[in-house]
């Protein structure tokens, strides 16, 4: 699948599926795969009701386009598609310290404790040991996955390999393709890729315990918590994922483990036909899964009631929320912001039946919005946004929490109408 920006409008070429290239590269750096073969339909979005939103500051010393954004205690991590990660030390955001250079374009990271991993292009995940005692080594590589301990244990033995392409074989430990995102709980990491498999590593001592089969095409996204990983894919599905002991499982989806526990498929939501999904964010509750779409729209699914053990959800909502790609998502409480190709942040407030309503829009980025990343912190009457895209920029803002815009524009609904009132 090759896509390009040109002109503000984004074009895609006619393919069935997304290619699998040797050494995990591939012409597109910026944007999640896609399996839609049709070019995407631009359309006006009503009027919002918002304010107007200006950055707090903008960050501009990356070379490439900023990929992927973490928070990392008082750190703010930025990774780039020109190998770069910065550390932005809070509360002024000066750089602290870059580390990372020349080991492939970095497609994602993520901070756990006093460790950072970050996924490359080049199909490695490399971990980085963080230490506050001096900016020149405070980020330390420590090791890459596999590790060189998993190799010894598994190269030997004919059963380890799988066949990744024609004619040629992996240790079923190694991803063939680009790992496009990372995600973590529970003492566990886990690893996306183009290559259409699902790992899950130990964070203890950083084996690979599984490898799942999980999608027909690439996965652009996961989410990781309450027992759950749910991954988003350019196959037009997001699955669910529960662990569970190890038992007979259906060997389309479980590909090999070397744990007593292994991961089963709970349920496949299902959207717009033809449509990659690009991200996934899961409410506080469990209750919604929320996907944004390369048409543009996004996408929630309700829970039902368990039955058996496959999970019944059902599709509640669809809505464009985009002109273009919604490529990236994130959760704030009982709020959602979803990046966009159409260079804008949709603002979005969970209504209390589950389903999302736009409220606000940011814009002021020059390119296409390919990470979020929101403090869990408040500030104020808000929470601070961070956002990265291909203009090579991170943009920082401040968003006040929905209830505090009502009631802004209740003051002025009401002052208009004094204001009348007294006229007549």
């Known amino acids: 699948m090759v896509r390009s920006i040109q002109e503000g409008v984004l074009m895609t070429s006619p393919s069935s599926s997304s290619t699998t290239t ?17 070019s995407f339909i631009l359309t006006t979005l009503p009027p919002l009701i918002t304010a107007a939103y200006k950055p707090l500051t903008v960050l501009s010393a990356h070379v490439g386009s900023v990929s992927s954004l973490a928070l990392c205690g008082e750190f703010l991590l930025s990774a780039s598609q020109g190998k ?6 809070q509360p002024d955001l000066k750089i602290f310290a870059k580390f990372g250079q020349g080991d492939g374009s970095v497609k994602a990271l993520v901070s756990v404790g006093s460790k950072v991993f970050t996924a490359h ?26 590790t060189t301990k998993d190799y010894l244990g598994k190269f030997m033995k004919q059963s380890n390999y799988v066949q990744t392409r024609r004619n040629h074989k992996r240790l079923w430990i190694e991803h063939a393709d680009s790992i496009s995102c990372l995600a973590v709980h529970a003492g566990i990491i886990y690893s996306g890729s183009w290559d259409k498999t699902l790992k899950v590593w130990r964070l203890s001592d950083l084996k690979c315990l599984e490898s799942i089969k999980a999608h027909d095409d690439a996965i652009n996204g996961l989410f990781a918590g309450e027992g759950r990983v749910y991954s988003a894919s350019a ?16 060997s389309s989806f479980s590909s090999h483990s070397s744990s007593s526990c292994s991961h089963v498929l709970k349920a496949t939501l299902e959207g717009r036909a033809e449509v990659s999904v690009n991200s996934v964010v899961v409410s506080g509750d469990g209750k919604w899964v929320y996907g944004g779409g390369s048409d543009g729209f996004v996408m929630g699914w309700e829970k039902r009631e368990k039955g058996g053990d496959f999970e019944e959800w059902k599709l509640g909502f669809e809505m464009r929320g985009h002109k273009m790609a919604v490529l990236c998502m994130c959760l704030v409480g009982e709020m959602v912001c979803s990046g966009s190709a159409d260079k804008s942040i949709g603002l979005w407030k969970r209504e209390e039946s589950g389903k999302l309503c736009k409220f606000g829009v940011i814009h002021g980025h020059e390119g296409p919005v390919k990470c979020l990343q929101a403090s869990p912190n408040n500030v104020g009457a808000g929470f601070m946004l961070y956002s990265g895209g291909l203009d090579k920029s991170i943009r920082v803002w401040w968003v006040p929490k929905q209830d505090t815009l009502e009631e802004e524009e209740g003051k002025k609904k009401t002052s208009f109408e004094t204001l009348l009132m007294q006229q007549g």
């Open 235 to 250: 196959d037009g599905k997001i699955k669910i994922w529960g662990k569970e002991k190890k038992k007979q499982t259906d």
């Open 84 to 89: 770069d990660i910065i550390v932005w030390q």
């Open 22 to 38: 040797t050494n995990g590269t591939d012409s597109d750096d910026s944007l999640s795969r896609s399996s839609s073969s049709k």
């Open 121 to 146: 292009q080049d199909s490695r995940i490399r971990v980085w040991k963080v230490s506050r005692r001096s900016s020149e080594n405070a980020f330390r590589l420590v090791d890459t996955l596999p």
